[in-house]
């Protein structure tokens, strides 16, 4: 049942709904970090807030992938001389390619993330140093990796509470050899950071998909239809089972077509391209709350797809 005292003198309770709205800030490092470790608290109670956090993840990281086949900003990025980078992406380029795989290294296996990513890069550079990999060479090797260590578990809600601080570019341990700001925990109340209430399948816009949680009665705020586990990233792209990869990507490919301009145009310029909030913020001359309603309202969207396609199987 919902709690019927969600506010509190001190802070206001983490309950799905806000998991709902903000589990894809989170992910992003958008939220202050009290607000990552508060939904992490809850995650370790809440096995369905840890299925729908590990489908953003997964989403966000199959929307990366797909980018190759619709639109690959990589083929055209501009090399640069060994001094600038020891790969030859522009340094632009590889921070793009670096926060792509730690974005796909996340939704493969959370707990390992960090190694996974190093070992990507050691591997290609061990093997063939003079040898610029593509952004698809880098990820087949990461999925294979870590299918070949990992294999097909299940998220783990103590790891994705983990990783939610650990990835948050705010963590403190970082902040010490870092330029990051303080973190901006000042906020009385983080949900005013951004204003998401707007993720409401009753609101006048396109017919998108939106979580599925009770709008009234005694478990208002809580899941109608609780978020089912998803395959590994590694078991629903594997080599062997072209059709079914063919098939997810189809889905993802509608789901994109189907959002409306604004959502379209920062899903792309996110989650395809890599760019940061800040950089699409100056792109798209809109400001930065506006975009992060639309990108998770766009990522809702396409999970919502991609659950439903997975449901039918």
């Known amino acids: 049942m919902a709690s019927t005292n969600r506010m509190t003198p001190e802070r206001a309770v983490v309950e799905c709904i806000d998991v709902s709205s903000y589990g894809s800030l ?26 729908y956090i590990d489908q953003i993840a997964k ?75 593509d952004r698809g060479e880098l990820a087949a090797y990461l999925i294979q990796h870590a299918h070949d260590h990992v294999g097909d578990e299940e998220a783990d809600a103590q790891t994705w509470a983990d990783d939610l601080v650990r990835h948050h570019p705010h963590n403190p341990a970082d902040l010490a050899e870092s330029d990051l700001p303080a973190d901006p925990g000042s906020y009385e109340d983080w949900r005013t950071l951004a204003d998401l209430d ?73 989650d395809i391209e890599g760019h940061s909030l800040p950089i699409v913020s100056s792109l798209l001359e809109r400001g930065t709350p506006d975009l992060q309603r639309d990108l998770a309202q766009a990522r809702n969207h396409v999970r919502g797809r991609v659950n439903a396609y997975l449901a039918s199987r």
């Open 26 to 51: 989170a992910l992003d490092g958008s939220l202050p970090l009290r607000a990552a470790s508060e939904i992490g608290r809850h995650l370790r109670t809440c096995r369905d807030c840890t299925n």
């Open 198 to 270: 707007a993720l409401d399948p009753d609101a006048d816009r396109a017919e998108l998909y939106f979580p599925d949680l009770y709008g009234d009665g005694p478990d208002r705020g809580e899941w109608s239809t609780p978020p089912a586990a998803w395959p590994s990233v590694s078991r629903m792209l594997r080599p062997e089972e072209e059709t079914q990869t063919a098939e997810l990507y189809s889905v993802v490919d509608s789901a994109l077509d189907e959002l409306p301009g604004t959502l379209g145009d920062v899903v792309y310029l996110v």
């Open 59 to 133: 989403t966000r990281a199959l929307l990366g992938i797909r980018a190759d086949a619709r639109h690959s900003p990589w083929s055209t990025a501009r090399r640069t001389t060994d001094h600038e980078s020891d790969l030859g992406y522009s340094p632009p380029a590889l921070v793009q390619t670096q926060g792509y795989l730690m974005t796909l290294a996340r939704a493969t296996d959370p707990e390992h993330a960090d190694d996974l990513v190093q070992d990507t890069w050691d591997h290609f550079l061990s093997e063939s140093p003079s040898t610029i990999p």
